[in-house]
C-alpha cells in the first residue's frame, strides 16, 4: 500500500456529509425499475437524495447511477452500504 492509499483510509468522516453516490448495476431490468429499488432502499434508510445521472456501459452490459445523498452519522452510512450489497445485481457502490 502506498502512502497516498494509507492517507485516504486513515481520514475521518466528518458527518453530515454530502457526496455522489455511484451505484452500478447489471443492466438485467428497465434503468426505471433499478432506480426505483434503489430509491427504496435510500428512503428507507431516511438517506436525502437526488439522481444526478444514469449511463450505460460501453458494452451495455451494466448501468451507473450517480446519486447525490447526505448521511447524518457513520451508523446511517453502514446500514445504507449493507444493504446495497444484498442486491445481486449491483455490482458496485462508491
Known amino acids: 500500500m502506498n502512502n497516498e492509499q494509507n492517507s485516504i ?12 453516490l455511484k451505484v452500478v448495476v447489471t443492466q438485467n431490468m ?4 433499478h432506480q426505483g429499488l434503489i430509491e427504496e ?3 428507507r434508510k431516511k438517506v436525502p437524495f437526488r439522481f ?7 458494452k451495455g452490459t451494466y448501468l451507473s447511477f450517480s446519486i447525490f445523498i447526505t448521511l447524518i452519522d457513520k451508523n446511517q452510512m453502514d446500514e ?9 445485481w449491483i455490482k458496485m457502490a462508491l
Open 9 to 20: 483510509e486513515n481520514q475521518e468522516i466528518n458527518f453530515p456529509v454530502s457526496y455522489v
Open 30 to 33: 428497465h434503468p426505471e425499475q
Open 41 to 43: 432502499i435510500l428512503e
Open 52 to 58: 444526478e445521472d444514469v449511463k450505460p456501459s460501453n
Open 80 to 88: 445504507l452500504y449493507l444493504e446495497l450489497k444484498t442486491l445481486p
